[in-house]
């Protein structure tokens, strides 16, 4: 009997291996985001035909995560206070959503699975972002989008339903960076986003300045459970974003009301 990995290097080989694409609204905001003259009515115009995404913005712009004063009733005066870019790079973060959905209820727990902990990441790295000088929203949406590549894995395993689930957790951690950056570079994400699924689990990797990759491997390395978590000196991103590693836990917990908030917000 053929592995799981086996079929799905094959469907590569073959070039039929089904990829998900990035839903309408995301996709629709990936093509203006760069326009010089996007402006707050387009962005509005094209948010608002998701309820749920515009219901989460609202959210959010009325939350202490952003620390405004001002209660805001409608999406356009969200968009207004947030900003083009904070708004448009967190529909497109919140829209995946259903992308992590399948008709076979054991890959739908696995589905969910996946998205819980990709969510749970982003909100650290979303934290994170502020020590690092980086962009919380951007952060967001690394870490929300940094194993993207176990869907088709799961969708191919779903066309046979025979594969154990440790061969399917099994071949989900071999191959996902892989895939994950094959879609990323598909849906035409900036490289510091789309190289982060080959990337973040290079404990050792150098680079001259902190980024994105280097939040996600710090939160990826904090959510481990306590005897699968790497000695913090073996991370290199933790001297880039101006820790030491003695003192990780004491920087975590005092970042610990704003990840809880973030949280609490995001998977609303």
Same mark, same amino acid.
């Given at each position: 009997?053929?592995?799981?990995?086996?079929?799905? /290097?094959?469907?590569?080989?073959?070039?039929?291996?089904? $990829?998900?694409?990035?839903?309408?609204?995301?996709? +629709?905001? +990936?093509?203006?985001?760069?326009?010089?003259?996007?402006?707050?009515?387009?962005?509005?115009?094209?948010?608002?035909?998701?309820?749920?995404?515009?219901?989460?913005?609202?959210?959010?712009?009325? #939350?202490?995560?952003?620390?405004?004063?001002?209660?805001?009733?409608?999406?356009?005066?969200?968009? *207004?206070?947030?900003?083009?870019?904070?708004?448009?790079?967190?529909?497109?973060?919140?829209?995946? +959503?259903?992308?992590?959905?399948? &008709?076979?209820? *054991?890959? =739908?727990?696995?589905?969910?699975?996946?998205?819980?902990?990709?969510?749970?990441?982003a909100c650290h790295c979303y934290v994170l972002a502020d020590k690092?000088?980086?962009?919380?929203?951007?952060?967001?949406?690394?870490? $929300?989008?940094?194993?993207?590549?176990?869907?088709?894995?799961?969708?191919?395993?779903?066309?046979?339903?025979?594969?154990?689930?440790?061969?399917?957790?099994?071949?989900?951690?071999?191959?996902?960076?892989?895939?994950?950056?094959?879609?990323?570079?598909?849906?035409?994400?900036? +490289?510091?986003?789309?190289?982060?699924?080959?990337?973040?689990?290079?404990?050792?990797?150098?680079?001259?300045?902190?980024?994105?990759?280097?939040?996600?491997?710090?939160?990826?390395? &904090? /959510?481990?459970? =306590?005897? =699968?978590?790497?000695?913090?000196?073996?991370? #290199?991103?933790?001297?880039?974003?101006?820790?030491?590693?003695?003192?990780?836990?004491?920087?975590?917990?005092?970042?610990t009301t704003r990840i809880e908030l973030a949280h609490d917000i995001?998977?609303?």
């Open positions: 009997m053929r592995s799981l990995a086996a079929a799905i /290097m094959n469907a590569i080989e073959n070039d039929n291996l089904a $990829l998900p694409t990035l839903p309408e609204i995301a996709l +629709r905001i +990936r093509q203006c985001e760069n326009d010089p003259n996007l402006d707050v009515i387009t962005l509005t115009r094209i948010i608002e035909h998701d309820a749920a995404t515009t219901a989460h913005l609202l959210r959010i712009a009325n #939350s202490p995560l952003v620390r405004r004063e001002v209660k805001v009733a409608d999406l356009s005066k969200a968009i *207004s206070l947030l900003g083009l870019n904070y708004c448009a790079r967190l529909a497109i973060s919140l829209s995946t +959503r259903q992308l992590f959905n399948s &008709k076979n209820p *054991s890959s =739908e727990v696995k589905m969910r699975e996946i998205w819980q902990n990709s969510l749970d990441l690092a000088h980086l962009v919380p929203e951007e952060a967001f949406l690394a870490g $929300l989008l940094h194993k993207i590549g176990a869907l088709p894995i799961i969708n191919m395993a779903d066309k046979e339903d025979r594969y154990s689930l440790e061969e399917l957790n099994s071949t989900i951690d071999k191959i996902h960076p892989m895939l994950g950056e094959n879609i990323l570079t598909h849906w035409q994400f900036p +490289r510091a986003i789309a190289d982060i699924p080959q990337n973040y689990e290079d404990h050792g990797r150098h680079t001259s300045r902190v980024d994105l990759c280097d939040l996600v491997t710090i939160a990826n390395n &904090k /959510m481990r459970n =306590e005897d =699968e978590r790497l000695p913090w000196s073996d991370i #290199s991103a933790i001297e880039r974003i101006g820790w030491h590693s003695s003192t990780v836990d004491e920087e975590f917990y005092q970042m995001f998977n609303s």
